[in-house]
């Protein structure tokens, strides 16, 4: 493929991946340095399951983010394939973000990220994230004990909020400046490069990991069974167009189906009416969402059926 080349010739253009444990903000910080929400985010930890790709483009370079799921101890074939997912990346990319949770003490997870990336001869810049959670006296202090964790003065330290944007310009310079001299790798008005069925699907899930229970967000997955655009007729004759979605919500156990479901329906009216909120800003136009829910047992360790919706192995 080829783009419009930029007009500067100091213009640089390449791949940065954002790796860390579950729940540390990666996301949060995906969508803040894009202005727009490309990435789907919730208090649940293994929010991510895919390897988003968002599109960054200023007027000295284009940062193609990779989002990753996070580097956790799985319990499951679907978590072993995540963690594949993450590692992997590491070795595609020009630069990498160690995204860590900056209001904690470094802990076992963080040192183990560590040393795998003390193994790649990649540039490395370590993120402090939820840096507005840290009191000022003890920041100095906290900055020191990740420090001394990394144990590598070549790999840069940036503090900042991925809620506030606190910090987030100061990294986007230095992450420009990481990477290798190029043109644009994506036309300059893309932000995400996620097929639409994935994107709708994650919306959907999202709706899933935002309002049901602690036992549901993770036994759940979402295949988009159809997408149509289907004429609507208004009134004074004039034809527009709705865009119908037809979904099928996993589960694996009778009991979250009924969770998922709700007294009456309503859980599942409340996330089709989140997720068709969600939809139409996407899509620009009407949006007319069709949920089901179906049953199938123990699917995050059957191979078949991670295949089936997307989640590859090695």
């Known amino acids: ?50 390897r988003l790709r968002a599109i960054l483009t200023t007027p000295k370079a284009q940062i193609v983010f990779v ?22 990346v590491i070795g595609e990319v020009d630069t990498i973000l160690l995204v860590l949770e900056g209001c904690e003490e470094p802990g076992r997870g963080d040192a183990f990220i560590v040393n795998l990336l003390k193994a790649q001869p990649i540039p490395v810049a370590i993120v402090l994230n939820k840096w507005d959670l840290v009191q000022q006296l003890d920041q100095a202090q906290r900055v020191e004990e990740y420090r001394s964790l990394v144990g590598n003065d070549d790999w840069s330290i940036f503090c ?31 932000i995400s490069d996620q097929p639409e069925e994935i994107v709708l699907s994650e919306l959907i899930r999202e709706q899933v990991l935002l309002h049901t229970r602690e036992e549901i967000p993770h036994s759940v997955a979402v295949k988009i069974d ?45 996330i089709g009416q989140g997720a ?19 049953i199938v047992p123990d699917w995050r360790s059957k191979p078949g059926r991670l295949a089936e919706l997307g989640y590859e192995g090695k």
């Open 226 to 270: 159809r997408v149509e655009e289907v004429p609507l007729k208004k009134r004074k004759g004039d034809l527009s167009i709705r865009t119908a979605v037809l979904a099928t919500v996993l589960v694996e156990r009778k009991s979250q189906k009924g969770i998922l479901i709700g007294k009456g329906g309503s859980m599942l009216r409340t």
């Open 160 to 190: 900042c909020s991925a809620l506030s944007g606190d910090g987030c310009d100061e990294l986007i310079k230095k992450i420009s400046s990481f990477l290798p001299l190029g043109p644009y790798l994506y036309p300059p008005n893309v």
């Open 1 to 50: 493929m080829s783009f419009l080349q930029p007009i500067r010739e100091d213009y640089r253009s390449g791949f940065v991946a954002l790796i860390g444990r579950p729940n540390v903000g990666k996301s949060t910080l995906v969508n803040k340095f894009i202005g727009e929400k490309v990435a789907i985010t919730s208090p649940v930890a293994q929010t991510t399951r895919n």
């Open 276 to 294: 068709r909120l969600q939809m139409q800003k996407l899509i620009a136009g009407p949006v007319y969402l069709e949920l089901f829910v179906k």
């Open 67 to 88: 989002d990753t799921p996070g580097i956790h101890k799985p319990h499951h074939l679907l978590g072993e394939r995540l963690v594949e997912s993450s590692k992997k």
